[in-house]
């Protein structure tokens, strides 16, 4: 600005008076760089120090109220954590150094728009028309933005919910080969995302090029109205100031105005973040205004027609109007069957969940009314699965409580009989909280932390199943001998509820509560828990998970193992977790990092199919770069027409220099639109092919790789669809912008050189500092806050209703605010060498401009270059400058995308591991068809990453030409499916060898022709969200190239008809055309199910069919139904049951194999089987006892309604 003053005040100078004044200029820019330099570094290191204390303060608060808050009964950690990191990153794009670009460049827009006012209004006045209508069109461009993303969402979400389906029904894609079908259908709901993803962006970038040649035809008229005042004023010297003032101001007001709609995007998303981050402090400060416990006495506990039920799921209460009172100072049981609501019975009580409907009392105190913290510091409460946290065992049982005395630790751990165990180790109570620990210490460890509290009421749900009854006995007449307090317990053991005051009996939403004595009297269904779990007394080495026998209801759509859901395998163990080891964590993280190096060069190469858009980019970008130093030209040339020509020159080109501009502004706008379609359509073709080729590569995962708690479905779909979109702006989006700036820079110098070689060499020196600056200033980006801070988020969310529980949110929170201090520390130094950085970047032109100016003035006043072309290099100069430092200061994050890079790197496979791939893939055995003899010999199994999955030990099973259909039973958790999933290849066997006639499998070649002999059944299945005709012809899947398989309507029904399914099909509303939706699958009993999942088997017409998850039906009919489809299938077929119901595989079995604990315990017919009068007898007789109670209360219930 300073420069056109400069020029403005001697223009009627000659050059060696213009000289004199230049060189000053010089000197005042020099000084103004400093400045510059200072100011810049001191407002960019406050923004960014203070929005680190700011972003510090939000995320602890934050993190803190979603801790405190009431868990929502579907909580997913890593859906959360998700969603506070990109919660806490939109907001803290808008504040900052950002907020004070924003601010910057608001002020240099306004500034610049009064001086070229107060300079000429008219002039002003024909260039400011164009902002308005400029703000008009981006006003409406960031609406129709907004709607543009919307849709290509919507789009996308086509598409998600097939992959949603995908991972939901791994087991039957695996089973069924349907992998390169599902690729090439999720292949084909990404064409229009795609085009949708292209358009968003195109439609940005066009809106730009159109801003600029309405800026460029301003610029036209304008020069056309100069040159008109020329001619009109006598004084001609008088007009090139006043256009060298109102054009740089003008110039410099459109490259900030261009930056508004990224400010309002900005300022937008993090205005929604942070009104929903705000959202839950508000609950969570809600909570805290709540009444307090202080000297209030904890009476009688009374349930007032409670209701519950999952709020996002449709169907029926868990808990319906339950009334119920639990007397102060006495000792009650609660009993029940799995999922009959017990957990979330005791859950109201403590404020982890709210109830639907009704009250629940503390003596007089409204529970609603109480505060949930101070509830749980009166209420101990030991859960099913909980975690120990802390180095050593003192802190294990302490658990951050410092108010807690050793003798009082020690007093706790003599309850629960651990006391001796831990003096056994040398070091004691400061012994290593070891991960090895066996599961009944680390049950007495959560009890003891719990009772160092001295809670008026303690609740143990179900939290002792690895301790044996005599030594559960002994810890509960312990606590009782010395206290005083309530107890209630959830136990199965008759033991405990034979010495209780009360029991509490749920079922199907419904309590019977009373004593011991009283219960049994009376005709109730408590009375025939008892009855089983006084035969279950003889069966020796009775496991806690008997499968009881249950009506059909809500089956979860969550990923499976082994039949189970992830919940139900974990329900009862207890994990450790080392906060404090930051040490370790930073070393680990520290090593992990440098094993990835993944720069823009490497994300680049994945544009390679891309190449000639990415190559018409850049060229339209060069085009882009030569927009300034042709303005200069054209610039320069007018100024001096007007200065120096004749009357009659300045009517010869009082045309021809607009008209150029408009060329100019046109030729601009056009190299934008084609640069931003060209980058639009490279960034979505690469976007969808990284979400293929990751689906591809997820499905194509061992079945391990799902078990892993960090796969999970929300951890899936999120790589899919966000990492996978973010990738490509690293790609061709910033290597076009790097030949833009770089393009500025080079064509400025250039031309710098063909004016005057000398200037120009000067001006070449200052190229390297200026391309020093945007390599740091892009180098110099982080990734945010560090891998040990997001663990430790993610652990605490992992084991929030723990730290609920235990009341340790502040100490946790604590922990993590000295974690994060230590992490700012180093961050502190980066600030400083980044605002350093960006300072220089800003600093550098005004030293460039001096030593050109000062230079300049020399050869000017000896001579050797004359005005216009002096003007020329120096307009060029300044603009390329300016327009580069405006560039570095909006510069994107490349961090994040290159952090989603690396994760999927993790995930799809190199080439050569590719190529690997279907080298192992190329065996084939033709037709071969199997017999169905099968031999397992002495296999066993471990999950390779899962402790607590069932295992195998040494089993050993053969099936001749004598033996159709097999049985496997177990209880829950045996291993009795195990067999089943290493059969479809699903695992591999830790030792041991599986022989199919005489071919021996091996993992390290899939045979394809073996999975075509093989049919599952899964009597949990879940079905694809499709038409039930597209569900059963699912088996028809093995085509190599991928395209579904057409199955006509007749073999459809035919098979269904063969499953005896057909009559139910066609009751549904659209019959075979009924979409399974999740309503659909709710209202099917088991044995439809089943029937269902076999007429898919069937159509495949398989030698080996595998049944697991075979369930009973309370109607006899319907259970004949069943074992009538299954004995049809089984004709000329080897038919594998695997069951957790003697009931559903006695009459159709020739053999059955009894599992406990991973070994085989006992086999052969189910007549021999009970004539031996074994365990396999005892739980017949127990199931067969309890399903004909079922019967009787079930028709007792119908005859009713």
């Known amino acids: 600005m300073r420069f056109t003053f400069v020029v403005q005040e001697n223009l009627n100078y000659d050059a060696k008076n213009l000289a004199g004044v230049v060189e000053m200029y010089a000197l005042e820019t020099s000084f103004l760089g400093i400045m510059v330099f200072i100011f810049t570094f001191a407002y960019a290191s406050l923004l960014k120090y203070v929005a680190q204390k700011q972003m510090r303060r939000l995320r602890i608060r934050y993190l803190t109220s979603i801790l405190n808050l009431t868990l929502e009964p579907e909580f997913s950690y890593n859906e959360t954590y998700l969603k506070i990191q990109r919660n806490l990153q939109r907001f803290e794009n808008s504040i900052g150094d950002s907020f004070g670009t924003m601010v910057l460049s608001f002020s240099v827009f306004v500034t610049c728009i009064v001086i070229a006012f107060l300079n000429h209004l008219v002039l002003t006045a024909m260039l400011v028309v164009v902002f308005p209508v400029m703000a008009i069109i981006m006003f409406f461009a960031v609406v129709i933005y907004r709607y543009l993303i919307e849709t290509e969402k919507n789009h996308y979400q086509i598409a998600e919910n097939l992959a949603r ?686 030593a050109c100016m000062f230079y300049g003035g020399i050869l000017l006043q000896d001579d050797e270059i004359t005005f216009t072309d002096f003007f020329k290099v120096v307009v060029s100069l300044i603009l390329g400058t300016i327009l580069v430092s405006q560039v570095l200061m909006v510069i994107p994050n490349r961090w994040p995308c290159l952090n989603s890079y690396s994760k999927l790197l993790e995930i799809i496979p190199s080439p050569a591991e590719r190529l690997k791939l279907m080298k192992k893939n190329r065996y084939e055995m033709g037709t071969w068809v199997t017999i169905g003899f099968l031999k397992m010999k002495h296999v066993s199994f471990t999950h390779p990453y899962v402790r607590f999955m069932p295992k195998l030990q040494d089993i050993n099973i053969q099936i001749n030409e004598r033996q159709t259909v097999i049985g496997l039973i177990g209880f829950l958790g045996s291993g009795n499916s195990i067999p089943v999933k290493l059969l479809l290849q699903f695992y591999k066997p830790s030792s041991g060898n599986i022989v199919i006639d005489d071919v021996e499998m091996s993992r390290e070649f899939v045979l394809r022709a073996l999975k075509r002999n093989i049919g599952l059944v899964d009597g949990n299945d879940k079905f694809f969200r499709r038409t039930v005709a597209r569900n059963i012809a699912y088996s028809a899947n093995c085509k190599r190239d991928g395209t579904e398989a057409f199955v006509g309507m007749d073999d459809i029904v035919a098979v269904a008809k063969e499953a005896d399914i057909h009559n139910f099909i066609i009751t549904l509303p659209d019959g075979y055309f009924t979409i399974m939706t999740e309503d659909v699958c709710k209202g099917m009993t088991p044995g439809q199910v089943l029937r269902l999942s076999l007429a898919r088997a069937l159509l495949r017409d398989p030698r080996i069919l595998l049944v697991e998850n075979v369930g009973f039906e309370v109607d006899e009919d319907a259970q004949l139904l069943m074992e009538t489809a299954i004995k049809k299938a089984a004709f000329s077929r080897t038919v594998i049951l695997s069951s957790n119901y003697v009931t559903s595989l006695a009459n159709v079995s020739d053999c059955i194999y009894f599992f406990q604990n991973g070994s085989i315990k006992e086999f052969g017919k189910h007549q021999k089987l009970i004539e031996k009068q074994g365990l396999y007898y005892k739980l017949f007789e127990q199931q067969r006892e309890q399903l004909k109670q079922l019967r009787e209360s079930t028709i007792a219930s119908r005859q009713y309604d």
């Open 165 to 850: 389906d995908v991972f939901l029904n791994i087991t039957t894609v695996k089973a069924y080969e349907g992998e390169a079908v599902e690729v090439q259908r999720y292949d084909k709901l990404l064409i229009t995302s795609q085009s949708a993803g292209a358009n968003t962006t195109m439609f940005f970038d066009f809106i730009i090029g159109i801003l600029y040649i309405l800026l460029y035809t301003s610029y036209a008229l304008t020069f056309w109205q100069g040159m008109t005042m020329a001619l009109e004023l006598k004084n001609r010297n008088e007009t090139p100031d006043i256009l060298i003032v109102v054009n740089f101001c003008i110039q410099i007001s459109f490259v900030n105005f261009l930056k508004v709609p990224v400010f309002v995007m900005l300022s937008r998303n993090a205005s929604e973040a942070y009104e929903e981050m705000t959202e839950v402090i508000r609950k969570s400060d809600e909570e805290n205004r709540l009444k307090k416990l202080d000297g209030v006495i904890l009476n009688d506990v009374t349930y007032n027609s409670v209701s519950y039920k999952y709020p996002k799921r449709a169907g029926s209460f868990l808990l319906n109007g339950v009334q119920a009172r639990i007397p102060a100072g006495t000792f009650t049981c609660v009993v029940g069957g799995p999922k009959h609501g017990k957990s979330t019975f005791l859950k109201l009580l403590v404020k982890l969940i709210s109830p639907s409907k009704g009250t629940i009392n503390l003596g007089k105190w409204d529970l609603s009314e109480l505060r949930g913290s101070l509830v749980r510091s009166r209420i101990g409460y030991v859960q099913q699965k909980t975690t120990l946290f802390g180095e050593t065992i003192r802190d294990a049982i302490k658990g951050g409580n410092k108010n807690v005395s050793d003798n009082e630790m020690i007093s706790a751990c003599r309850v629960v009989n651990v006391h001796s165990y831990i003096q056994s180790y040398q070091m004691g109570y400061d012994n290593a909280l070891s991960l090895d620990l066996p599961d009944e210490v680390k049950e007495k460890l959560a009890i003891a932390r719990v009772l160092v509290t001295n809670p008026d009421i303690l609740i143990l749900d179900d939290c002792m199943n690895h301790i044996n009854s005599f030594t559960q006995m002994a810890i509960i007449s312990e606590y009782l001998s010395q206290k005083q307090n309530s107890l209630i317990v959830v136990t199965s053991n008759t033991d405990i509820m034979k010495i209780s005051d009360y029991i509490i009996h749920l079922k199907d939403g419904q309590i019977e509560a009373g004593s011991y004595r009283n219960l049994l009297e009376q005709n109730t269904s408590f009375r025939s828990i008892i009855s089983r779990q006084e035969t279950e007394k003889n069966v020796l080495d009775f496991e806690s998970g008997v499968p009881q026998m249950k009506q059909y209801g809500n089956r979860s759509r969550d990923i499976n193992f082994m039949g189970m859901n992830r919940d139900e395998m974990v329900s009862h163990d207890i994990t450790v977790q080392k906060h404090s080891n930051y040490a370790d964590n930073k070393k680990k993280g520290s090593e992990e990092k440098s094993g990835k190096k993944i720069n823009c060069l490497k994300v680049l190469s994945l544009n390679r199919r891309e190449f000639p858009y990415l190559l018409t980019a850049a060229i339209a970008a060069t085009i882009m770069g030569f927009s300034i130093p042709a303005y200069a030209s054209l610039f320069g040339e007018s100024l001096g027409t007007i200065v120096l020509s004749s009357k009659e020159e300045i009517e010869d080109n009082v045309n021809f220099f607009p008209q150029m501009f408009l060329v100019a502004g046109i030729i601009s706008g056009i190299a934008r639109i084609v640069e931003g379609y060209m980058i639009a359509v490279s960034c979505s073709k690469l976007t969808k092919r990284l979400r293929k080729q990751t689906f591809e590569a997820l499905i194509q995962k061992d079945m391990a790789f799902f078990d892993k708690e960090e796969n999970q479905l929300s951890s899936l779909l999120y790589l899919l669809r966000h990492d996978a979109r973010i990738v490509p702006l690293a790609a061709g989006p910033e290597m076009v912008l790097f030949i833009k700036v770089a393009g500025i820079i080079i064509i400025s110098t250039l031309v710098s050189v063909y004016h005057s070689w000398k200037l120009g060499l000067l001006v070449m020196g200052f190229s390297p500092f200026l391309f020093y600056g945007l390599y740091y200033i892009s180098r110099s980006q982080s990734a945010g806050a560090s891998q040990e801070s997001h663990q430790f988020a993610k652990d605490l969310l992992k084991n929030r209703e723990t730290i609920q529980v235990l009341n340790a949110v502040d100490y946790h929170m604590d922990q993590y605010s000295k974690l994060i201090s230590s992490v700012e520390l180093p961050c502190a130094d980066t600030v400083k060498m980044k605002s350093l950085l960006f300072a220089y970047s800003q600093s550098v032109p005004f030293f460039a401009y001096a």
